[in-house]
């Protein structure tokens, strides 16, 4: 679903939020909204880039289903330097030199990376009771685990040892459709109790 017109304004609630994820699937789907770089979020940059979680959708023969649902913001004119990190400078801690944006978008290769970050948590914690550590109200989630780390040699501002297109200069750990590189985080691996990275 496409909403170019800003139907429910430039400014949503979580609340809205699930409404506009509501306009998909409701039976075993997760339901993606992402949102333009205008658009502002309560919370987003302020303390979240995106979330994930679940809704009561259809009552089909009696039974009520649950669907998933994952919302990521586009940071590029908010706060590229928190949602889009290590494309652009960071906010906070050290300040290593931005990474070139593999598809040459910041605030989209930004998505790129925390919609793949909810996809994992989304994939393993679906409806809220799934795999996590911590606390339930604040659960560490598999991508969430390894904060900042795209490939091996990876530390406090520094992402680790990329991959470099050799053309362009950009960053990059996975390979895509037609060509397309990505920037996707790690994920915590319980076999290993380590960030498993692509690269």
């Not at 979680?53 to 908010?78: H, Q």
């Not at 989209?108 to 948590?121: C, E, F, P, R, T």
């Not at 795999?131 to 604040?138: F, I, K, L, R, S």
Request: net charge neutral; glycine share 12%; proline share 7%.
């Amino acid at each position: 679903v496409l909403l170019e017109n800003y139907s429910l304004g430039k400014s949503l609630t979580q609340r809205q939020i699930v409404q506009l994820a509501s306009k998909g699937e409701q039976r075993n789907a997760i339901n993606i909204v992402l949102t333009a770089s205008d658009v502002a979020v309560d919370g987003f940059c302020v303390n979240r880039c995106g979330t994930h979680g679940s809704s009561k959708g259809a009552i089909i023969k009696g039974k009520t289903y649950k669907f998933a649902y994952i919302w990521v913001g586009n940071s590029e004119t908010l706060c590229p330097g928190y949602c889009a990190w290590p494309f652009p400078q960071p906010i906070y801690g050290p300040q290593s030199p931005p990474l070139g944006a593999p598809n040459n978008d910041v605030g989209v290769d930004g998505m790129v990376i925390n919609l793949a970050s909810l996809l994992a948590g989304t994939a393993t914690n679906p409806f809220g009771n799934g795999y996590y550590q911590g606390e339930a109200d604040a659960p560490l989630e598999a991508a969430f685990a390894c904060p900042g780390v795209y490939a091996k040699g990876a530390y406090p501002g520094y992402a680790g040892d990329l991959l470099v297109d050799k053309t362009t200069g950009a960053s990059y750990n996975a390979h895509g459709t037609n060509g397309r590189k990505y920037l996707v985080p790690a994920l915590f691996d319980p076999f290993t109790s380590s960030c498993s990275t692509l690269v």
